[in-house]
């Protein structure tokens, strides 16, 4: 089995910037890809990025393409998300969900294992 523990996240003033992080526990070798999602108010859940775990292949969605940042650590038990230029619409929680399979890119119905979530509020 796999487990995920969220961490970071919190409050920042517009055009500021946080990261978040996702402990991977457990059996890691079984995770295809790793990805960052969100759900903002009054809004369905939303991929924004993800990652190849063995070769760090990545993509991003358009809206965070060039401000977003995702990562996988050199033990490749730990991904991040550095997110910068933040923007009021972007507050929500953000998840961790690893892709026991061939890897849903952006697409949340293919991922198996999920985090808690983490708040991220983006106000002035």
């Known amino acids: 089995q796999v487990q995920l523990m969220e961490s970071g996240g919190g409050s920042v003033r517009p055009g500021g910037s946080l990261r978040v992080s996702c402990k991977i526990s457990g059996n890691v070798a079984t995770v295809r890809c790793m990805g960052w999602f969100r759900r903002r108010a009054g809004q369905g859940r939303e991929g924004v990025a993800f990652?190849?775990?063995?070769?760090?292949?990545?993509n991003y969605a358009d809206s965070v393409r060039d401000r977003f940042t995702i990562s996988l650590d050199r033990d490749q038990t730990t991904v991040s998300l550095q997110m910068n230029n933040l923007q009021p619409w972007e507050s929500g929680v953000y998840y961790c969900a690893a892709d026991l399979g061939r890897c849903s890119g952006l697409d949340q119905w293919g991922y198996n294992v999920w985090g808690q979530g983490t708040q991220v509020t983006v106000s002035s």
């Open positions: 990652i190849y775990r063995d070769d760090g292949g990545r």
